[in-house]
């Protein structure tokens, strides 16, 4: 039996890593790109047109990085169990996992939202006009949020992915177990 777990890992890195790069070239590029359409009709359109080509490849890069994520975890199973700061760094982080799931679903939602029917006129991708309708104005106000909270959330989870490989050292599994089984002594 291996110990490696290269692809498990690589899977999951390279997963995390497209999913924050995207979301964050998504609010910075695509949607910088869409604010200076000259027609105020077609930005938002714009931006979902961007964003619709970026989907499938997120989509892959979040199946990856779950895929990926599980079977490192699975791996590691012992480790996220009896070792100090792993288990409390596994929830931690499979929360946030849970969270950015949601966001990037929602903003899915209400990017198709501000993409509906023959374009309304808007400032910017996540900037309604006085004359945007309220629905989709709404919308864009919800989204000028969450392009920044995916980026924000992805890049916890890669930071907490580093955090868990540094807790791989033999120095730290010695003294997490070591806590571990102290704290275990006296319960």
């Known amino acids: 039996m291996t110990t490696r777990n290269t692809l498990e890992r690589s899977l999951h890195d390279v997963g995390a890593a497209a999913w924050f790069g995207g979301s964050l ?5 695509v949607n910088g790109a869409a604010d200076a359409v000259r027609d105020p009709k077609d930005r938002a359109r714009t931006a979902a047109m961007g964003w619709a080509k970026w989907s ?8 990856a990085h779950l895929i990926g994520g599980a079977a490192v975890l699975y791996a590691n199973r012992g480790r996220a169990k009896n070792q100090a700061g792993v288990t409390s760094n596994t929830i931690v982080k499979l929360a946030l996992t849970g969270a950015a799931l949601a966001a990037t679903v929602y903003s899915g939602v209400l990017g198709a939202k501000t993409a509906e029917g023959d374009g309304h006129p808007v400032d910017g991708a996540t900037d309604p006009s006085a004359s945007t309708p309220d629905d989709v104005a709404s919308a864009q106000r919800q989204l000028r949020y969450l392009q920044w909270a995916l980026p924000a959330l992805t890049g916890a989870i890669v930071v907490l992915g580093s955090q868990q490989g540094e807790q791989q050292r033999p120095s730290q599994i010695l003294a997490g177990v070591g806590t571990k089984l102290a704290r275990r002594a006296q319960d």
């Not at 499938?56 to 199946?63: F, M, Q, R, Y």
């Open 56 to 63: 499938p490849v997120n989509a892959v890069a979040i199946g």
């Open 25 to 29: 070239m998504g609010a910075v590029g």
